[in-house]
Each structure stands twice: as C-alpha cells, then as structure tokens.
C-alpha cells in the first residue's frame, strides 16, 4: 500500500485535460498516439496522465487481484530526461509521496542512468460475477515506471531488455525514427498473459492464433509520444503529412496555436507569453515562431520558402478529397 494515500486515486478524479485535442490524446487507445503543439500546451503532462489513466482503467486485473501495469519513458538522453519527463513526473509523484509504494525500493536510479519509481493506489474497477454480469470492488493498481536514455546505444540492444505494458517516447522527434516500432514490440509482455484473470478476456476480446490456433486475451498495447513541431525534414513531419496513408498505426494529436482562441493550456501559459515569444522570435513567419508559438511544422533552413504562410490545419484537407 502507498505511504498515507487516500484510497480514491484523486488525481485521476481532479486532473482537466489542457484541450479537447489532449483529452482525445489521453483517452485514445494507440497503437501508437503523438501529440503536438507549441511550448507551454500541456503535452508531457498529458502524457503522464495518458498512462495513469490507461494503467487504472484499461489494463486487465490479474490473478492476484492486482492490476499490474508496466511503462517505459525513453528519451535521447539522461540529462534531458531529468530535465523534462523525469521533472513533469516527480510533479505530480514526487518520491516518497502518497502514491509511492511502500516498498524499500519503490524509487531507485538517477543521476545519468535508469530511474524506476513504483505506484500503488485503489481504484474502483468491474469484477465479472457470472452469467455476464458484473460488479465494482476497489482494486489495487501497481504502476511501475521506468525512464531510460537511448544515448548512443544500438536501438535493438537497447530495448531488448523491455517487457512492458505501455511506451513513453519523450520530444519523440530527437529520436531515431525506428525508436516508435521498436519500443512498441516490446509492449504486451507484461503481466505474462498466464497471470491475467481469465474473464478479462470478456472485456477485453480474444485473439486466436492462425498457426496454432491458441486463444489469447487482447491486453492493450499503447505507444505515446509528445513534440514541438520540427522541421519538415524530421520523421515526425514524413509520417504524419507526407505518408500518412503508409503508417496506419499512428495517430497524430496536433494541438492549435498558442494564439488561437482554442489554444490549449490557456491557464498555465497565457496570450501574453505567446505574443512576447512570437515578437522575440522575429514575427509570425520565423521558423522557430512557426514551431514553438503556432504549433506548426516548419520548412527546412536552406534554399528559398516559397509558401512560409502555410497552415496545416487551414491549408489541408482533414479527410480525403
């Protein structure tokens, strides 16, 4: 049991999402969901909550009672893991805190290597009675988080070693574009499907096996990552606009501008601070006011722009024409 924690989990209860597009972020199931936007739009939060909430309500309850949920935040580097991931999550779960678990080493790592920080709280979750029917009894969720920084690292040896539930690829667009299938094969390996209740497989449906013809429960395979628009060089730009229709497991959550009356986050950075960075950064047209204030992708720094005013969510189609 965690350390004086109440047993609501409260912060699923009080957490607002900073949008609707966020909401939808954090709710959508993947396989493989990123979301981008300008600086200050909530999206490493989002993230975090993503994962809380998936953990405590789509994750199966196994045998022990117990839902066992494991994730991994990846980012290019140690520092700038403690810098961004790292920082946001110690946040809201700081170590030591209320929903830490009560084990001797619940909070481990840190200072340029992996860090794993243990969850426990109760949460009300649907228990099969019989005859499909069901009833709520609060249910324990384990949530263990693991951070970790590819570095230099080979992208197969470094993931090797996952078995994991859900993936966090942290300003995903600093890592190798095969960072995102690789930390996605590693997801649906924890808790061993032998540990799973078996009338799981009542909510969650069965996959048969074509080869062998075993019957398995479909456990939830999430992949999340968050950005602030890059250049239109970089991976993210080539899978989310120019061949979207070749990666259909990804969904991308592009958030609006720090100055449009939708914009998100509107309570932790304000008008104002957008306006300021937009002036700073040399007007509305600069790449990096493209980027960081205007949540959008911007072109390359060579050669000549020939349509620097383009807008993706003005200029093109939200559906096939």
């Given amino acids: 049991m965690g350390q004086g924690r109440e047993p609501q989990f409260d912060l699923i209860r009080h957490y607002r999402p900073p949008g609707p597009v966020a909401a939808r972020f954090i709710k959508s199931m993947g396989p493989i969901d990123l979301i981008m936007g300008p600086w200050g739009s909530g999206k490493t939060v989002a993230c975090v909550f993503k994962q809380v909430r998936h953990a405590a309500v789509d994750f199966p309850i196994c ?18 893991m403690a810098k961004t991931a790292l920082a946001t999550w110690l946040e809201f779960f700081p170590k030591g805190g209320p929903y830490t678990a009560s084990d001797k080493d619940a909070f481990s ?54 078995e994991i539930s859900m993936g966090w690829l942290n300003e995903c667009d600093l890592v190798n574009e095969d960072a995102p299938g690789r930390l996605y094969g590693r997801t ?14 009542e909510r969650l449906g069965w996959h048969t096996d074509p080869d062998s013809g075993t019957q398995t429960i479909d456990v939830p395979r999430i992949v999340c990552g968050d950005y602030n628009p890059p250049d239109e060089a970089n991976w993210t730009y080539k899978r989310h606009i120019e061949e979207s229709e070749k990666w259909p497991g990804y969904t991308f959550f592009q958030q609006p501008s720090g100055l449009s009356p939708q914009a998100e986050n509107r ?5 104002h601070q957008y ?11 600069a790449p990096e006011s493209r980027r960081n204030v205007h949540g959008m992708y911007a072109p390359k720094a060579a050669g000549t722009v020939i349509f620097s005013r383009f807008n993706i969510l003005r200029n093109k189609a939200d559906t096939p024409l």
Wanted: charged share 40%; proline share 5%.
């Fill in 109 to 162: 790592g840190g200072q340029d290597r992996p860090v794993k920080h243990v969850l426990e709280w109760d949460i009300l979750r649907d228990w099969y009675v019989g005859k499909g029917e069901w009833e709520k009894r609060p249910t324990k969720v384990r949530f263990e988080m693991e951070f970790g920084a590819i570095g230099e690292q080979n992208l197969d040896s470094f993931f090797k070693g996952y």
């Fill in 188 to 201: 649906g390996r924890y808790p061993p499907r032998s540990e799973i209740m078996e009338w799981e497989g």
């Fill in 267 to 271: 309570i932790g950075k304000t008008r």
């Fill in 275 to 285: 306006e300021e960075e937009e002036r700073q950064f040399g007007g509305p047209d």
């Fill in 63 to 80: 045998r022990d009672g117990v839902v066992h949920v494991r994730s991994a935040a990846i980012r290019d580097t140690y520092r700038e």
